[in-house]
C-alpha cells in the first residue's frame, strides 16, 4: 500500500536560495503584477512565493538533468507571474507593517535607547548600523542624529539602499567591511535564506564584519524557534554563542508572530579562536511531533 504523504504547511520563514545568481536574476527580474494590497492578499502572496521559491531551492540542490532544468523553469515562470521578488518585497512591507506594528527597528531603537546609545548624540561619532534587507531607505532616519545608517538588500527600492548580497559582502575585497561596524540588523533575513549552511554563514559574516563589542539585532518569526523541529530559543543562545555571540536581550510573546533578539559580540572562547561548531554542523530533532516546521540553523 502506498503512504500517502501529508503536506506540510509552509513555513513563513523558509524561503528562496536568494544567493544564487541564477535566483537572483530570474527573482529579481519579476514584473511586479501581483494582487492588491489587502493585510490578508499581501499574506496570501507572500505565502505563495515561500512555497515556490523553497521548492526552488530544493530543487537547485539537486543534480542538472532535463527534468530538473524543465521542473526549475516552470517555478521561475510562477515566481514571475508573481511578480518577483518586486513584489514580496511590497507585500512583505505591508504585511509586517500591520502584523507588528510597525517595522522591527522599532525594537532595536527601543533598546539601544535602553542601553543609552542614543548619549552619543553631540559626539563625534554615531553609531554605524548596516541594516541588511531593507525594505526601505529611511528605517532610522529618527535616529540620524546619533545612527548612521546603510541599507542594504538584494533587491534596492531606493537610491540610498546599495544592492548587495550579505552572504558575499566579505568577497569584495575593496569594501574592507571586516569589523567595521558598531551594529548589524538581520531582520527577517535569515529566515529568508533557504539554505541552513547559509543562515549560519550569514551569522559568521555578521560576526566578522562587527567591531569588537559590536551588537547584532536579530528579528525571525517565532514559530522558526517555537515550533521547528530542529530548533529551539535555548539551542538558538548556543548556536549564537558558538559563533562568538553573548545574549544581551530577547523579546516575543506565546502566540505571537515576531520573536527579536538583541546580541554582543564578544572574544571566541578557544585558545584557537576558532568556532566551536559541535553539535551545530547536523540537523537533530529537538522537537516531536507531526504539525513542526523544518526551520534549522547550521555550522560548518
Ligand atoms: C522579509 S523582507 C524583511 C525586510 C525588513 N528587514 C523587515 O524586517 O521588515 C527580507 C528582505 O531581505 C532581503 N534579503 C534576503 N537575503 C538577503 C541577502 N543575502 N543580502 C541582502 N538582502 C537580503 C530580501 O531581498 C528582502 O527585501
Redesign the pocket.
Known sequence: MTKSRKKKAPVTSEVIS??KTSAKSSIIGGSSSSSSSTPQSSRTVIRKFHVLLKRKAQLEKKKACPETSAALDELDKEVEELGG?AAY?RM??IG?GEDRGG??EKVFIGWLREMEMHKREGSTTKLRLLE????KHDNYASCSSWIDCEP????SRHPAIRE????RILDDETLHQRERWDAI?L???VN??ADARDRGR?LCIAYDMLKADGLLFL?LPLPCVSNSRYMTLEHLEHLMLSIGFAKLRERWKVGGKMAYWLFRKCTLPSRSQERAIVGFEKKKVLREGGQRNNFSILLD
Open positions: 536568494a544567493r521578488l518585497q512583505s512591507s509586517q517595522g522591527s541588511v534587507g531593507a525594505l542594504i538588500d538584494l533587491r548587495q548580497d550579505f552572504l540588523s531582520s527577517l533575513v529568508f535564506v550569514m528579528a
